[in-house]
Each structure stands twice: as structure tokens, then as C-alpha cells.
T-cell receptor, first 116, second 109 residues
């Protein structure tokens, strides 16, 4: 497999459920990201991991819990979500930690999450 | 505050040229990215500008003026498959991207 792979592609969960989103990158990158894409709104950065350490939590509620066990895998654990959390969740990876000459991020296909 | 503005929608005919403008005000700047996103798919990288000027890549070109906080993406010889959302994004620390809301381009026959 190549690129960035996300599973599942679609997820419907109740407000009391616990579920996890998985992301895997096969590009040898050292940084991984979770973004949220809601209808008619810009992509919003949620979390940044660089070299497996969380370097940013963009004021995301604690019902979203990320985990990065190694440089190739990233998870987003979900519990007690609200209907307004329904959105497309995109994982991305890039090489380097930013700065002039920043390299592009590669995105996965996303998980379409519906909270009922 | 941080702001990235681009038009919501643009319509053009097949074979024509369309220019999508993007203005930005951000607290950091590591370059300006353009991504293409078809409905239900992942955003895919189109171009990157970190210095002022024009970058040309086939039918697509991108321009940056850092002093004006302005960029544009130029799509030439439009094809039906170019119908998509085009996302302007500013690169920040740690490789983060701050996105505009996207411009939906509709190509008509």
C-alpha cells in the first residue's frame, strides 16, 4: 500500500459509544495530523504529532483523544460525542517540522462520521 | 486575527481560464499551498509558493505576493474533471496548514 490510509471510511455511532479512527502512512514521514472538515467550513486542525510526540492540541474537547504509537500510525479515540461532531475527519502526514521550504502534506481519504 | 479568504464559487466553461484569488492574514508564514478536493475525496496537493512570483506546473500556475498577503491559482484550458473545490492554505510551524473555506469551481460544457 502507498500513501495515507484511513479506516473506517464511514462510521455511525451513538452518543454513548466509544470508537476509534485509524490512520496509517507509508511515506516515511515524521509528522502526522488530524483535521476536521465540516460542511461549508474550512478544514480545522485538531492535533499535530511530530516524531510521535504531540506538539499541538488545537483546543479540541477531551471527548477526542489522539494516540500516536509510532511514526506510521495515528489513532483518534472517540467517546460520548455530540451530533455536532458529525464531520469528515482527515488524517495527513508530512516530512519535516515546518519552516521555509515546508513540504506538502498528504491526506487520507477521511472517515465520514455521523453521530446519532 | 487569522484569516484566509477566497471566493465561495466560480463557474467557467470548458477550455476557458479561471483565476482563484486568496488573501491571507496569519501570525506565521511558511509558504502558501493550493490543494484540489473532489467531492468525497482527499485533498491533493497542487502547488507551493514560498517566494514571491509565479510557479507554473502544466495547466496550473500559482502566484504569491508576500507583501500584499495575496496569492492566486490560475487554471488554464479548463476540463470537466477540473470541477472541484480548490483550497488555499498557509503553512505554519510544525508543518501545520491553515485553510481557507475553499472555492468550488464548476466547469460547464
Amino acid at each position: 500500500e502507498t500513501g495515507v490510509t484511513q479506516t473506517p471510511r464511514h462510521l455511525v455511532m451513538g452518543m454513548t459509544n466509544k470508537k476509534s479512527l485509524k490512520c496509517e502512512q507509508h511515506l516515511g514521514h515524521n509528522a502526522m495530523y488530524w483535521y476536521k472538515q465540516s460542511a461549508k467550513k474550512p478544514l480545522e486542525l485538531m492535533f499535530v504529532y511530530s516524531l510521535e510526540e504531540r506538539v499541538e492540541n488545537n483546543s479540541v474537547p477531551s471527548r477526542f483523544s489522539p494516540e500516536c504509537p509510532n511514526s506510521s500510525h495515528l489513532f483518534l479515540h472517540l467517546h460520548t460525542l455530540q451530533p455536532e461532531d458529525s464531520a469528515l475527519y482527515l488524517c495527513a502526514s508530512s516530512q519535516g517540522t515546518g519552516g521555509p521550504g515546508q513540504t506538502e502534506a498528504f491526506f487520507g481519504q477521511g472517515t465520514r462520521l455521523t453521530v446519532v | 486575527g487569522q484569516n484566509i479568504d477566497q471566493p465561495t464559487e466560480m463557474t467557467a466553461t470548458e477550455g476557458a481560464i479561471v483565476q482563484i484569488n486568496c488573501t491571507y492574514q496569519t501570525s506565521g508564514f511558511n509558504g502558501l499551498f493550493w490543494y484540489q478536493q473532489h467531492a468525497g475525496e482527499a485533498p491533493t496537493f497542487l502547488s507551493y509558493n514560498v517566494l514571491d512570483g509565479l510557479e507554473e506546473k502544466g495547466r496550473f500556475s500559482s502566484f504569491l505576493s508576500r507583501s500584499k498577503g495575496y496569492s492566486y491559482l490560475l487554471l488554464k484550458e479548463l476540463q470537466m474533471k477540473d470541477s472541484a473545490s480548490y483550497l488555499c492554505a498557509v503553512g505554519l510551524s510544525w508543518g501545520k496548514l491553515q485553510f481557507g473555506a475553499g472555492t468550488q469551481v464548476v466547469v460547464t460544457p
